[in-house]
């Protein structure tokens, strides 16, 4: 029987197909959207159908229930067998180069009767695509640069998928008799951007029923391993995920251990041997072999060691150590330090949610102010804006804020296109009459990295902007982000005062935590927004907030933290 995987992957290779095809995109968005919903469920789809419960999945309609139906009860579905007849199904892969759209995919297959990558790479390295319409030899050349990034993709995963997996192992082996304590370890523990495998360590005194509680977690499709410090299993969709017991006076070093970098680990051990002992991920063993230090907390290891205890997210071997000797580790960022949502969606663009519901949702979560960004005219496929839309959705806001007094401000802004040739989406003496403007990247990426760069200063140099979206565009696993010279766009902004957003969604975090470092050192201003298009989405902000601190932000580096008279006087003097 399919798992949730194999039914996700299913849909999206229908959506895939479906706009190579060239159906309306409204089509395919419910596709997608079953997918990521399918891939994010804490138990298999197939329990809900036994239980006739499938319409209780997010995102699931009476016509994709049907075609999950049909999937579980066959493992075929007639309309993609039909739909393949129409789109060869290895063009699907096409939709992953960065570069291609559905359009380009579907004149490139018909005109040279080509469908998979290997030929495709060939074509344009023999010149056979510059003469079709709307290419030319630079489109040959961003193609072959998109399929070698597609080549360099690993089988890492998002952030955003990792981390509510690694709390539902976690919240299940703190419940077995004897446990501790249980944390992630590895480079989640950390908060990097993409994931290898889950480690997940447990202090306990016996292992054995830990072992057997993490082998028979719901969704195991292989157990890989099963011992009596370490267990390995795989789940359906393909993650893996590994776990290791350790005696609880032990647990502070096998943690730090396990946490990493590998680089902040090195510079740990030398601190050691410095001091006459040897660390381990077992205990500080004394060089002159008389004894052993035993840390139960990693607030031992690095007491022992004569340091703060260091924040996982800037362990990666740059100055947190010097730092911490030193007793200057920062402050950082926390996310009930957030008290704005500067960028977000309703149902008049591409969210789920009206404004109303999104505003409620917005004060459950203790925010003072929220900022309805939604998209720019020319952004048809989210659904983008006319200005008799601004017009009512203003009227709207106004309505709302006068049912919700003072609870929460609401402030209506716009998400505006950086278009292909630079300029803005609307006109300035738009952009003046709204109370925000967001201008981000969402199309073009793979132009030429000094004209997607100008396109940016354009946009970070326009008086009436005031955030800056997402600034590479990119898309975690599957798109990187425009080719920008960050260095040049980040002293810029420094020069103008307009904000740069860390953008919270797992799927972008964008600023990466380099460039927000490089952002701090220069003085630009940081927002750290949501993106939110659903209630759900607010939830993603400690994202972007792990992001913040793995830069070494502060609470006052961040607009959002700003109090609302401060927030509003700084949008004014923007203009």
């Known amino acids: ?132 319409p709307g290419m030319g030899a630079k489109s040959e050349t961003s193609i072959l640069e998109g399929l070698a990034s597609v080549g360099r993709r690993t089988g890492r995963i998002s952030v955003g998928r990792a981390y509510p997996l690694a709390n539902e192992i976690i919240a299940t082996l703190k419940k077995v008799k004897g446990v501790v304590d249980a944390q992630p370890a590895g480079s989640l523990r950390r908060m990097r951007s993409t994931i290898g495998d889950l480690d997940i360590l447990v202090a306990a005194k016996d292992s054995a029923a830990v072992m057997d509680a993490f082998v028979k977690l719901p969704r195991v499709s292989r157990v890989l391993g099963k011992g009596e410090t370490k267990s390995s299993i795989e789940f359906s969709d393909g993650i893996r995920a590994q776990v290791w017991v350790h005696p609880p006076e032990k647990f502070g070093t096998a943690l730090q251990y396990a946490t990493g970098s590998k680089d902040h680990n090195v510079q740990l051990r030398q601190l050691a ?67 704005a949502n500067l960028h977000m969606h309703s149902t008049y663009s591409d969210g789920t949610l009206s404004m109303m519901d999104m505003a409620k949702a917005a004060i459950k979560r203790g925010l003072k102010v929220i900022v309805f960004s939604d998209h720019s005219v020319s952004l048809a496929v989210a659904n983008g804006l006319s200005f008799e839309d601004h017009k009512k959705q203003a009227a709207e806001i106004k309505k709302i804020q006068k049912q919700l007094g003072d609870e929460i401000l609401i402030l209506h802004a716009s998400e505006v296109e950086i278009k292909a040739d630079g300029s803005l989406d609307y006109p300035d003496d738009f952009l003046a009459s709204l109370d925000l403007v967001v201008a981000s990247l969402h199309s073009s990426l793979r132009q030429p990295r000094e004209k997607v760069t100008q396109r940016l200063l354009n946009a970070v140099n326009n008086p009436h902007v005031d955030i800056i979206g997402h600034p590479t565009g990119r898309e975690i696993p599957d798109r990187e982000g425009a080719d920008l010279d960050m260095e040049l766009i980040l002293q810029a902004a420094a020069k103008s ?79």
């Open 497 to 575: 005062g307009v904000a740069v957003e860390i953008n919270a969604s797992p799927y972008r975090l964008d600023l990466d935590d380099m460039h927000a470092r490089r952002a701090k050192e220069l003085g630009v201003l940081l927002s750290i927004n949501t993106d939110a298009h659903s209630e759900a989405d607010y939830d993603m902000l400690n994202y972007g907030v792990a992001i913040a601190r793995r830069a070494g932000i502060l609470k006052d580096d961040v607009i959002n933290t700003w109090p609302t008279k401060k927030l509003v006087d700084w949008l004014k003097k923007r203009g």
């Open 273 to 339: 041997l410095d001091k006459g002992l040897s660390l381990s991920e077992h205990s500080f063993a004394k060089t002159n072999g008389k004894g052993e230090i035993f840390c139960a907390t990693e607030e031992e290891v690095y007491k022992t060691l004569g340091l703060q205890w260091i924040p996982p997210e800037l362990r990666e071997g740059r100055d947190e150590i010097q730092l911490a000797k030193a007793n200057k580790l920062p402050k950082l960022i926390e996310v009930k330090d957030i008290k």
């Open 1 to 132: 029987m399919m798992n949730n995987k194999q039914l996700a992957d299913t849909f999206t290779l229908i959506a895939d197909l479906l706009e190579i095809k060239g159906e309306i995109i409204y089509k395919t968005i419910a596709y997608r959207k079953a997918a990521e919903s399918l891939v994010g469920l804490s138990r298999e789809a197939s329990e809900y159908w036994k239980e006739k419960k499938l319409l209780e999945i997010p995102g699931v309609g009476k016509a994709i229930g049907e075609k999950i139906d049909e999937l579980l009860s066959t493992g075929k579905l007639e309309f993609l067998e039909k739909l393949k007849k129409e789109v060869h199904p290895d063009l699907a892969a096409w939709m992953k180069v960065p570069s291609l759209g559905p359009k380009k995919i579907a004149m490139i297959n018909k005109t040279l009767n080509i469908t998979t990558l290997a030929e495709l790479e060939k074509a344009a390295k023999d010149g056979k695509l510059r003469n079709m």
